[in-house]
């Protein structure tokens, strides 16, 4: 299987495919699709929906954790949280061409990711977040140069209260992607706000 991708430099999580279909014309490259309390039959149809759109715009989708949903819409790419990946069938994701990334918080769950071969390791909270509560303490950007170290040319993805003001932060520590939700969502002006982040990336890039 041909390796995708790395994540874009900003990489933002939206919670249904409303947000999606707001945000990706923008010219989001790498978007996440999270769907929390929602029923299969209506998670499977904004999968479905978000690759239609995705593909149009030339924008990479990752499905959040519901690898089902992704084998059936026919999507490339899923993210696994620790619980979700110790409960997935690897071989069947394998086996319908989708890679994996995966969240981890500690070194156990850094191994336990690697032995899965993700195509990235998320690491979070690097900040506090206020968008859930989280068992784990911020992590902060020493953490991020450590894990950096360990996993070599594997790209990290960093999340948790991230802001534009704390990027290059994140990004001179080791990181390469930023994960973005509660900066944008809680925004009185998203798209505005989904643009700075851009306008970042493509400074940092060029």
Same mark, same amino acid.
């Given at each position: 299987?041909?390796?995708?991708?790395?994540?874009?430099?900003?990489?933002?999580?939206?919670?249904?495919?409303?947000?999606?279909?707001?945000?990706?014309?923008?010219?989001?490259?790498?978007?996440?699709?999270?769907?929390?309390?929602?029923?299969?039959?209506?998670?499977?149809?904004?999968?479905?929906?978000?690759?239609?759109?995705?593909?149009?715009?030339?924008?990479?989708? /990752?499905?959040?954790?519901?690898? $089902?949903?992704? +084998?059936? *819409? !026919? %999507?490339?790419? =899923?993210?696994?949280?620790?619980?979700?990946?110790?409960?997935?069938?690897?071989?069947?994701?394998?086996?319908?061409?989708?890679?994996?990334?995966?969240?981890?918080?500690?070194?156990?769950?850094?191994?336990?990711?690697?032995?899965?071969?993700?195509?990235?390791?998320?690491?979070?909270?690097?900040?506090?977040?206020?968008?859930?509560?989280?068992?784990?303490?911020?992590?902060?950007?020493?953490?991020?140069?450590?894990?950096?170290?360990?996993?070599?040319?594997?790209?990290?993805?960093?999340?948790?209260? /991230?802001?534009?003001?704390?990027? $290059?932060?994140? +990004?001179? *520590? !080791? %990181?390469?992607? =930023?994960?973005?939700?509660?900066?944008?969502?809680?925004?009185?002006?998203?798209?505005?706000?989904?643009?700075?982040?851009?306008?970042?990336?493509?400074?940092?890039?060029?």
């Amino acid at each position: 299987m041909t390796a995708p991708p790395p994540p874009a430099l900003f990489y933002p999580i939206v919670p249904d495919i409303a947000w999606l279909k707001r945000l990706v014309p923008l010219g989001i490259k790498t978007v996440q699709l999270r769907i929390k309390d929602a029923p299969q039959e209506d998670v499977r149809a904004q999968v479905k929906e978000a690759v239609a759109v995705c593909r149009a715009h030339g924008c990479d989708l /990752i499905v959040n954790d519901d690898w $089902p949903a992704a +084998i059936d *819409a !026919g %999507a490339t790419l =899923v993210h696994l949280g620790q619980e979700d990946l110790a409960a997935a069938d690897l071989a069947a994701i394998r086996r319908a061409g989708i890679s994996i990334g995966i969240s981890t918080h500690s070194e156990d769950e850094l191994e336990t990711a690697l032995a899965a071969d993700p195509y990235y390791v998320a690491l979070g909270p690097i900040y506090e977040t206020k968008l859930k509560v989280m068992k784990w303490a911020p992590q902060g950007l020493d953490k991020i140069t450590a894990w950096k170290r360990r996993i070599g040319t594997l790209p990290l993805v960093a999340i948790g209260g /991230i802001t534009p003001e704390r990027a $290059p932060g994140v +990004i001179a *520590a !080791g %990181a390469d992607s =930023v994960a973005v939700i509660t900066d944008f969502i809680t925004s009185p002006h998203p798209e505005a706000r989904v643009s700075l982040w851009l306008d970042w990336a493509r400074k940092m890039i060029t």
